[in-house]
Structure formats: structure tokens, C-alpha cells
Nanobody
């Protein structure tokens, strides 16, 4: 069984920064792809960023240059550094792990960007 727990969300002003963290427990393999998705009210869940074992990163166009994803394989953690936040970044952010044709999700953490 795989469990994911996110932390680091909150309220921030436009232009501010937040760092999200996600810790995984259970049978997480080092070759798993880890990532972050988000869902804003009334919208579908969308990819934010993913990172593979060999540190290949993939970002949504809307966050390129502002967000950075990283991982610590030994600690089974994945991070999302979010800079220059905009109101349109407001959403629930979900941690995701993909391995062996299975998808695992955290419970989500709210990020609100507002003045």
C-alpha cells in the first residue's frame, strides 16, 4: 500500500513563494515517476510538474520558469518550489506517484494566491 501526504500549502500574496512537500510511505520504487497536479474550483485536475528517476523534469507551460520540482529518493519525498505565484495558481495541489501501471494520490493541500 502506498500513502502520500502533502504539506506546505497556504495563503500567499501575488508574487510570493511557497514550497510544497510530499512524503511517501509503503512500496515506493526508485524508478517511480513522482509529480504534482492541481485542481481549481470548477476545473479538471491538471499536470503541474513531474520528475523521473533520472531527473527528467516536465512542466506545464503555465508554470515554466516559476516552479521547480525536485525529489529525494532516499527519503521518498518530492518537492515543489513555487515562485512568482499568481492568483490563477490558486488550487488544491495533489502529490502523485506512478509506478507499475498504478497511480497513487495524496489528499491534497490548498494553495491560495490572493492579496
Amino acid at each position: 500500500q502506498v500513502q502520500l501526504v502533502e504539506s506546505g500549502g497556504g495563503l500567499v500574496q501575488p508574487g510570493g513563494s511557497l514550497r510544497l512537500s510530499c512524503v511517501a510511505s509503503g512500496n515506493i520504487f526508485s524508478f517511480a515517476t513522482m509529480g504534482w497536479y492541481r485542481q481549481a474550483p470548477g476545473k479538471q485536475r491538471e499536470l503541474v510538474a513531474t520528475i523521473t528517476l533520472d531527473i527528467r523534469r516536465n512542466y506545464a507551460d503555465s508554470v515554466k520558469g516559476r516552479f521547480t520540482i525536485s525529489r529525494d529518493i532516499a527519503k521518498k519525498m518530492v518537492y515543489l518550489q513555487m515562485n512568482s505565484l499568481k492568483p490563477e495558481d490558486t488550487a488544491v495541489y495533489y502529490c502523485n506517484v506512478q509506478q507499475l501501471d498504478a497511480d497513487y494520490w495524496g489528499q491534497g493541500t490548498q494553495v491560495t494566491v490572493s492579496s
